[in-house]
């Protein structure tokens, strides 16, 4: 196409189109071979891939030969070449290039730093396996099938199960499950390790995952961001020299990068914004109906895990269905996060509890807030000059990346500055769903949308839009119910209940809503009646009962609020705040703006 380029001065744009055009259609993309799951030794340079990532970190232009000519020594002959999608100029033995002629061209191009979706679950990863298979590329490269992958539904669910039944065992079988759903002899980690290579740069400490350089061209300013989720598809670049030239400029600023056969480098042909990575489900609208079974399902294993308690239950599902549809002023619309209290440390409730989320959840990480944690770890990006790269934290999440925040771990203490610092991130997140980025002289707030859900004993140090107060039905939160009841869910699930209710979320989520003018001025109008009716009653009040009214309509499978949703909400927040009015009034930590100044620590 370079060589006809004189017929087609456009050809830039045609080839784009056509890798649009192919790769638009799901059965094409299917056949490449995907980063996430073929390991580095079996790709070839000049390979066509595919990878599914998150932006981790965005570098400066890169400038390059778009156009070069390259001199035969022996002739005289002078060749026009382009440079456009590689990182090497071409010039052979007895040739040199021709930096000066007047067919030489440079230009810039977008770099960007992506890595795999952080918190990705094991069955995410396991279904894209499924669905990609193992088929050759166009060089004729194949993934290796000899490496360990779960074999068949029966494997997949074996696994699962044992995650819910068992405590710290099973929690290490979820884990070792992602380690096998994305099995490619994790770059840089031991053989049995659980450490990550130093500069991956991997926001979740003690994960696998990928990651790549990715290179793009002709991309509008502000079109990517940082932390979006995108998918890409390109030419993979592997050569090794670029291990020796890369970090060197004339200004001495190139960032240090680890070398190709580490981190690949990726030149875009064509990408897409993922709005989801549910494999389950088409990329793009429309979604499938909602399946009304898959709420009742959903529901009772909620209400089980619960102990009994469906109000919490409820909430718990609203709250997974939760995602910030709007920003005005400094209100965040749509996000409701959740503090269930009342839960006992007792064989690890609260960790059952989030690795059986993360069965239905497509991203998450469930965080232990001990002392040690809090003192010990880096929960804000930071940026290091000196490498000229941004340091990933443990926050830094992809858009849907669901939280799940331990708080009955937390011992008696006093927490150091750095357990502060990450606390008050934590708070500031949940409040207004921003995370501050360090960048030495300033700091810079980046938009956030991870909900948080936040399992304590009592009433939680922690700022949230929704407290309630876990109430296991007739009985106590004793150990061996719990064991029993979380074994019960696990021999129930089945890969059908299970994919019902992980596209049930997903669907909820990406759902459109629309309040209409006639709905909004009647729960006005019945608003001013409570109010008068009840004293008390606040703004706030009213903005709470639009949140969960809306979630409540969403998750019946409907786009519009309806007059059994509206009463459906106002029927849990009277629940909700008849067993907050029988708890003690609470004395702690001081609050601003719904955020911790200090914790007081018990001596």
């Not at 939760?322 to 749509?334: E, I, Q, T």
């Not at 629309?514 to 608003?527: I, R, S």
Request: net charge negative; charged share 25%.
């Amino acid at each position: 196409m370079f060589d006809s380029r004189a017929q087609f001065p456009d050809w830039e744009k045609r080839v784009a189109d056509h890798f649009s055009k192919e790769l638009s259609m799901p059965d094409n993309v299917s056949t490449i071979p995907s980063l996430n799951l073929a390991p580095n030794h079996s790709l070839t340079d000049g390979q066509l891939v595919r990878f599914r990532c998150m932006v981790q970190d965005m570098f400066d232009p890169e400038f390059y030969l778009a156009q070069y000519q390259v001199k035969n020594m022996k002739d005289g002959t002078v060749r026009t070449l382009c440079g456009r999608y590689r990182d090497v100029v071409s010039c052979g033995p007895g040739e040199e290039l021709v930096t000066d002629g007047g067919q030489c061209e440079t230009r810039d191009r977008l770099a960007l730093y992506c890595v795999s979706p952080p918190g990705e679950a094991a069955w995410v990863v396991d279904q894209y396996r499924r669905l990609g298979g193992s088929v050759a590329g166009t060089s004729g490269t194949r993934t290796n099938n000899l490496k360990r992958s779960l074999e068949g539904e029966a494997g997949e669910m074996e696994v699962e199960n044992e995650a819910v039944v068992e405590t710290v065992p099973g929690f290490a079988a979820e884990q070792n499950k992602k380690l096998k759903a994305g099995d490619v002899d994790a770059p840089g980690q031991a053989p049995g390790g659980d450490r990550q290579q130093p500069g991956l740069n991997l926001p979740l400490p003690g994960t696998t995952g990928r990651a790549s350089i990715i290179k793009l061209y002709d991309v509008k300013d502000g079109e990517i961001k940082l932390n979006d989720l995108i998918e890409v598809v390109g030419i993979v670049s592997l050569d090794p020299t670029m291990a020796a030239t890369e970090g060197e400029d004339e200004m001495g600023h190139a960032p240090s990068l680890p070398p190709p056969s580490l981190v690949p480098r990726l030149h875009v042909l064509s990408y897409t914004h993922l709005h989801h990575n549910n494999p389950l489900l088409p990329s793009l609208s429309p979604l499938p109906p909602l399946q009304q079974v898959a709420r009742v399902e959903l529901l009772t294993i909620l209400t089980t895990c619960m102990l009994g308690d469906r109000l919490a239950a409820e909430y718990l599902l609203l709250h997974l269905i939760s995602k910030v549809y709007l920003r005005k002023d400094v209100l965040v619309l749509g996000k409701l996060s959740l503090n269930l209290h009342n839960m006992t440390s007792h064989e690890e409730w609260p960790r059952r509890l989030a690795t059986l989320l993360s069965l239905l959840t497509t991203n998450s990480h469930y965080l232990p807030l001990t002392r040690a944690t809090l003192d010990t770890s880096s929960f804000t990006p930071k940026k290091d000059f000196e490498a000229n790269r941004l340091v990933s934290g443990t926050l830094q999440l992809a858009p849907s990346t669901h939280l799940w925040l331990d708080e009955t771990v937390m011992t008696d203490g006093q927490l150091t500055a750095p357990g502060l610092k990450n606390l008050t991130a934590l708070g500031n997140l949940i409040t207004w769903q921003k995370l501050e980025y360090d960048f030495q002289f300033q700091a810079m707030e980046y938009e956030t949308d991870i909900p948080c859900l936040v399992m304590s004993e009592g009433r939680s140090m922690l700022p949230s839009d929704v407290q309630i107060m876990v109430k296991p039905s007739h009985v106590e939160a004793r150990p061996d119910l719990i064991s029993k009841t979380f074994g019960e869910v696990g021999a129930s699930l089945t890969v059908e209940l299970l994919d019902r209710a992980r596209q049930y979320i997903t669907i909820c989520r990406m759902q459109e809503y629309n309040l209409t003018e006639q709905v909004m001025k009647a729960v006005q109008d019945d608003f001013v009646t409570m109010r008068q009716a009840e004293q008390g009653i606040t703004v706030e009040d009213f903005h709470a009962l639009l949140v969960v009214g809306r979630l409540v309509s969403l998750s019946n499978g409907r786009t519009s609020l309806d007059p059994l949703d509206w009463e459906e909400a106002k029927r849990m927040e009277k629940e909700r705040k008849e067993r907050v009015a029988s708890l003690p009034a609470r004395s702690g930590a001081n609050m601003a703006n719904g955020m911790p100044l200090h914790l007081n620590a018990a001596q």
